[in-house]
């Protein structure tokens, strides 16, 4: 397994196909992959147990201190291809938010 946290988040998410985690961790990697398909960090957080919530506190320091990275893209095209539903949902919340604000 990578030592990249974006890479490690993306190979633990291929894990356990149809899961709360694996969802999370899709939303995770959206989020931070385009802000456009942001979802609340609670959202994220607080269905998983230790090891998928460092999975997502690994992606959050790295993006913290380096942006976007190529890894972070990857992972984020690969989750935009495999996610529609996701992208589907964030789509209509910021298209929600945007007709309230």
Do not use: W
């Not at 149809?18 to 992959?33: D, E, F, M, R, W």
């Not at 506190?57 to 380096?66: R, T, W």
């Not at 942006?67 to 291809?81: D, F, P, Q, R, S």
Request: charged letters at 15%; aromatic letters at 8%.
């Amino acid at each position: 397994m990578s030592t990249n946290p974006y890479l490690a988040g993306l190979h633990l998410l291929k894990q356990h196909p149809g899961t709360k985690s694996q969802v999370c961790l899709a939303k995770c990697i959206l989020s931070l992959y385009n802000t456009r398909h942001a979802f609340g960090i609670g959202e994220i957080l607080s269905p998983l147990d230790s090891r998928y919530s460092k999975a997502v506190f690994d992606m959050l320091k790295a993006y913290s201190e380096n942006g976007a990275t190529e890894e972070l893209n990857h992972a984020g095209e690969y989750v935009t291809a495999h996610f529609a539903n996701l992208v589907e949902q964030s789509n209509a919340m910021a298209e929600a938010r945007s007709a309230v604000g």
